[in-house]
Structure formats: C-alpha cells, structure tokens
C-alpha cells in the first residue's frame, strides 16, 4: 500500500511531501487561472492574459521538471 503512494514522487525525483507540496501548488494556479478564464469570459476585458501565461508558464516548470528527472534516472 505505501507503494502506491511513493511510485510516482519517486519516478520524478522527490519525495511524498515534495510531490504533495508541488502538486499542490500547480492545482492551485490551475484553480486561479481557470477562474480567470471565466471571468475573462464575461468580462473579456480583464484577464486577457491570464489564463494562457499561465498554462505557458506552468508548461516550461514541467518540461524543464521532466528533463531533470530524465537526466537524474
């Protein structure tokens, strides 16, 4: 049962808490930029960027996450 929450933190190079700390902290600017968005669609005058910096910002954390993980396996 401890596998299962060890695997996949171990697979990109952290620990449980790491992971959870991490995880946590991109489902929260999802949260945030997806509720931007929705404003943003009703108000298409504020957030205009918001929600596309975003995903562009979180996308380069994990791509460069992912080639560190590669070169420390």
């Known amino acids: ?9 171990k697979s990109v190079g952290e620990s449980y808490f790491q992971h959870l700390c991490h995880a946590s902290g991109f489902g929260l600017r999802m949260v945030f930029a997806g509720f931007a968005c929705l404003l943003h669609a009703v108000f298409p005058f504020i957030f205009v960027h918001t929600g596309s910096g975003e995903i562009a910002d979180l996308n380069r954390v994990l791509e460069a996450r992912n080639a560190q993980a590669s070169v420390n396996q």
């Open 1 to 9: 049962m401890l596998q299962l929450f060890q695997n996949h933190p």
